[in-house]
């Protein structure tokens, strides 16, 4: 049996022949596929019953896709839910405009299936790791590898799959720049093509969720110019440490 048989991919795209073409070849990967064409139906649908990845387009009857993963990542239930955007818009502007909205990723129309069904494994391998039995420490945050929740301070810290992937990377290696091709080829892997800015969106984002739960509004995230992230001790913290 295929081992994707049981994963559930949710298509939401109101053009009948494109949903037909994608579902068809994810049909033929041996994922379950469910198709709305409705915005409002399709955030409904997928509270009730989270899929493990949702394909999202822009343009949609009743709520457009920005909306909808907007609305999404509000919710506990669906916050985790990994999201790939799909659309005619190829602007850098409209690309970084759906990431901050909450997608994973972004694909522009036309795209060939071999590409879709690419960066669908790639989102799908990043997040569902078998992980050992094991927490992440980094200074005042504490990272469930089995549970997929993060805290800081003792609250709960929400984020979406790539930056979890993105701290879980870090915590992994704190203190040590990465570059952001380097974190492009962990996450994405190094037969997808994607934009470096991509990967500053979702840092801009992953702080700002660090920082939401952090109780001196210390930002742990430091950028190396022209170079990359790391994670790196409060300066307070790093003074105790030297003592």
């Known amino acids: 049996m295929n081992k994707n048989?049981?994963?559930?991919?949710?298509i939401v795209e109101d053009e009948k022949t494109i949903a037909t073409v994608i579902a068809y070849n994810l049909q033929k990967e041996g994922y379950a596929v469910h198709i709305i064409s409705d915005g409002a139906e399709a955030t409904t649908w997928a509270k009730n019953s989270p899929?493990?990845?949702?394909?999202?387009?822009?343009v949609l009857p009743s709520k457009t896709g920005v909306e909808v993963c907007n609305e999404l990542r509000q919710d506990p239930k669906t916050s985790n839910v990994p999201i790939i955007m799909i659309s005619a818009k190829s602007q850098d502007f409209d690309k970084v405009e759906g990431l901050s909205y909450g997608a994973d990723d972004y694909i522009t129309k036309p795209f060939s299936p071999i590409e879709l069904i690419a960066r669908v494994k790639a989102v799908l391998r990043r997040i569902r790791p078998a992980f050992a039995e094991?927490?992440?420490?980094?200074?005042?945050?504490?990272?469930?590898?089995?549970?997929y929740n993060v805290s800081r301070n003792g609250k709960d810290v929400?984020?979406?799959?790539?930056?979890?992937?993105?701290?879980?990377?870090?915590?992994?290696?704190?203190?040590?720049?990465?570059?952001?091709?380097?974190?492009?080829?962990?996450?994405w892997g190094i037969d997808i093509d994607v934009d470096q800015r991509t990967v500053d969106v979702h840092i801009t984002r992953l702080r700002k969720a660090l920082?939401?739960?952090?109780?001196?509004?210390?930002?742990?995230?430091?950028?190396?110019?022209?170079?990359?992230?790391?994670?790196?001790?409060?300066?307070?913290a790093r003074a105790h440490c030297m003592d």
């Open 211 to 236: 920082m939401s739960a952090s109780i001196d509004d210390v930002d742990i995230i430091k950028t190396v110019r022209l170079v990359g992230y790391k994670l790196q001790l409060p300066r307070k």
């Open 51 to 58: 899929p493990d990845l949702i394909l999202l387009d822009w």
């Open 134 to 147: 094991k927490l992440l420490k980094f200074h005042d945050i504490i990272m469930d590898l089995n549970t």
């Open 158 to 187: 929400k984020l979406a799959p790539i930056e979890f992937q993105i701290l879980q990377i870090m915590m992994g290696q704190p203190e040590v720049v990465l570059s952001r091709q380097a974190l492009i080829e962990k996450i």
């Open 5 to 10: 048989l049981k994963l559930t991919i949710l």
